[in-house]
């Protein structure tokens, strides 16, 4: 009956809004899963590099922008997912790699690279659907970033948040400085941004910087919560906070043999992800799109505020620390760690040391000071 309708009433030929071409670069797979009513999908947009624990190219930085886009555009999509290919990592980032041997030193070449960084971004901000980061595993550097950016996030429970940050000299400037105050509030933001430890999928959960978190971990064909972290108490005798922090000693020893025994499965996070897109199917779609416009504001505007201005910072840094920060990650190893010598950095600043080639060199991990 209402099939006899709208084929009466729908236009003879659709007009093409689409501004961009349908993404396609080895790297970024676009996939549409049918949903449970005939003629409408969610499209899955999954970063495919595993070997490199998801890191993107420039290539898929354009292919990812132009899903957004086309997905955000497509009559016919009610979701987007955005993950990465299998269960180690949801993403990390640039290509390290490049960033060292490329950009380093070449400030106005890094400008570019923001450029299309950044509309990636705005490209999942601008979405006319609803998209969902499916954290399938380490979501940290860029990769934090673009899973920030998403409306929701939801997380298999071995999966650990990070910013590389300060710590190979960068700052988190393309989105998490803008996002985490708002969504986790400002003390927390500054934790995460300045300290740069590793969070885990349950205490992203407590500070609210994802929507979910399941189990993905089976032992004995049963699951079980993520061993390396507290997971049976929110708070410890003294009342801190405990949920989602790691154990210690001999505990994440035992935790490390649980882990290697187990194996992983990813189903319980994609029932998840399943559970969020069929709400939104039974939803009315453009009021869908109204709340998600109105909702995004607060990240929206942050963003907007200081992108331009984080670009330019952003491309000046790598002529001096991220370019020793990433030089430091592509010479280093496990042995000797893949980070600059930072106290030796500050010795020399201490004394008014300009940056040279000579002393990046010597900032190396592994060199004598
Ligand atoms: C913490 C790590 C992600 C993982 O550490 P670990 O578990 O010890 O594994 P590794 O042996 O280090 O890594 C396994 C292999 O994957 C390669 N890898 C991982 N991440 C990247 C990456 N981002 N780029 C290239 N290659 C990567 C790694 O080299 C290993 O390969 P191999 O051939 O040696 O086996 C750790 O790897 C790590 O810290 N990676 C660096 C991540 C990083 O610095 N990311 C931030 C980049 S900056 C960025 O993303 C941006 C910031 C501003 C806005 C724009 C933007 O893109």
Same mark, same amino acid.
């Given at each position: 009956?209402?099939?006899?309708?709208?084929?009466?009433?729908?236009?003879?030929?659709?007009?093409?809004?689409?501004?961009?071409?349908?993404?396609?670069?080895?790297?970024?797979?676009?996939?549409?899963?049918?949903?449970?009513?005939?003629?409408?999908?969610?499209?899955?947009?999954?970063?495919?590099?595993?070997?490199?624990?998801?890191?993107?190219?420039?290539?898929?930085?354009?292919?990812?922008?132009?899903?957004?886009?086309?997905?955000?555009?497509?009559?016919?999509?009610?979701?987007?997912?955005?993950?990465?290919?299998?269960?180690?990592?949801?993403?990390?980032?640039?290509?390290?790699?490049?960033?060292?041997?490329?950009?380093?030193?070449?400030?106005? &070449?890094?400008?570019?690279?923001?450029?299309?960084?950044? @509309?990636? !971004? /705005? =490209?999942?901000? $601008?979405?006319?659907?609803?998209? #969902?980061?499916?954290?399938?595993?380490?979501?940290?550097?860029?990769?934090?970033?673009?899973?920030?950016?998403?409306?929701?996030?939801?997380?298999?429970?071995?999966?650990?948040?990070?910013?590389?940050?300060?710590?190979?000299?960068?700052?988190?400037?393309?989105?998490?400085?803008?996002?985490?105050?708002?969504?986790?509030?400002? &003390?927390?933001?500054?934790?995460?941004?300045?300290?740069? @430890?590793? !969070? /885990? =999928?349950?205490? $992203?959960?407590?500070?609210?910087? #994802?929507?979910?978190?399941?189990?993905?971990?089976?032992?004995?064909?049963?699951?079980?919560?993520?061993?390396?972290?507290?997971?049976?108490?929110?708070?410890?005798?003294?009342?801190?906070?405990?949920?989602?922090?790691?154990?210690?000693?001999?505990?994440?020893?035992?935790?490390?043999?649980?882990?290697?025994?187990?194996?992983?499965?990813?189903?319980?996070?994609?029932?998840?992800?399943?559970?969020?897109? /069929?709400?939104?199917?039974?939803?009315?779609?453009?009021?869908?799109?109204?709340?998600?416009?109105?909702?995004?504001?607060?990240?929206?505007?942050?963003?907007?505020?200081?992108?331009?201005?984080?670009?330019?910072?952003?491309?000046?840094?790598?002529?001096?620390?991220?370019?020793?920060?990433?030089?430091?990650?592509?010479?280093?190893?496990?042995?000797?760690?893949?980070?600059?010598?930072?106290?030796?950095?500050?010795?020399?600043?201490?004394?008014?040391?300009?940056?040279?080639?000579?002393?990046?060199?010597?900032?190396?991990?592994?060199?004598?000071?």
């Amino acid at each position: 009956m209402i099939k006899d309708i709208v084929t009466k009433t729908a236009p003879s030929q659709l007009v093409d809004h689409s501004a961009c071409p349908a993404p396609s670069s080895p790297g970024i797979l676009y996939e549409k899963h049918p949903t449970a009513a005939e003629g409408l999908f969610n499209v899955w947009v999954t970063i495919d590099n595993p070997r490199q624990f998801n890191s993107y190219s420039i290539d898929m930085l354009k292919a990812l922008q132009q899903a957004f886009r086309t997905a955000g555009e497509a009559r016919d999509v009610v979701a987007v997912v955005l993950t990465g290919a299998g269960s180690k990592a949801f993403c990390t980032g640039g290509d390290a790699m490049e960033f060292a041997t490329y950009y380093a030193g070449n400030p106005q &070449e890094f400008r570019r690279f923001m450029r299309l960084f950044d @509309d990636t !971004i /705005s =490209a999942i901000l $601008a979405c006319d659907k609803p998209v #969902i980061c499916r954290v399938n595993g380490l979501r940290s550097g860029g990769g934090q970033e673009l899973g920030l950016a998403c409306d929701l996030s939801v997380a298999q429970d071995l999966a650990v948040f990070g910013q590389a940050g300060p710590k190979h000299g960068g700052a988190m400037v393309g989105g998490a400085t803008d996002f985490l105050p708002v969504m986790i509030g400002a &003390e927390e933001a500054m934790a995460a941004g300045i300290l740069c @430890d590793p !969070i /885990s =999928a349950h205490k $992203a959960r407590r500070l609210g910087m #994802i929507s979910a978190v399941v189990p993905a971990l089976k032992v004995d064909s049963r699951f079980i919560p993520n061993p390396s972290v507290v997971t049976d108490r929110v708070v410890d005798e003294f009342g801190e906070f405990i949920l989602g922090e790691p154990k210690a000693g001999g505990e994440i020893k035992a935790a490390k043999e649980i882990v290697a025994k187990g194996e992983i499965d990813l189903s319980r996070l994609d029932a998840k992800v399943e559970e969020l897109c /069929s709400k939104f199917l039974h939803m009315s779609p453009e009021a869908l799109t109204k709340t998600l416009e109105e909702l995004r504001k607060p990240k929206l505007d942050a963003w907007n505020r200081s992108k331009e201005g984080n670009r330019a910072w952003a491309a000046i840094n790598m002529t001096t620390e991220a370019h020793a920060g990433f030089k430091a990650f592509a010479v280093g190893n496990k042995e000797v760690g893949r980070e600059v010598n930072f106290v030796a950095l500050r010795q020399a600043q201490a004394i008014g040391a300009p940056w040279t080639p000579d002393l990046i060199e010597a900032l190396m991990p592994g060199r004598i000071s």
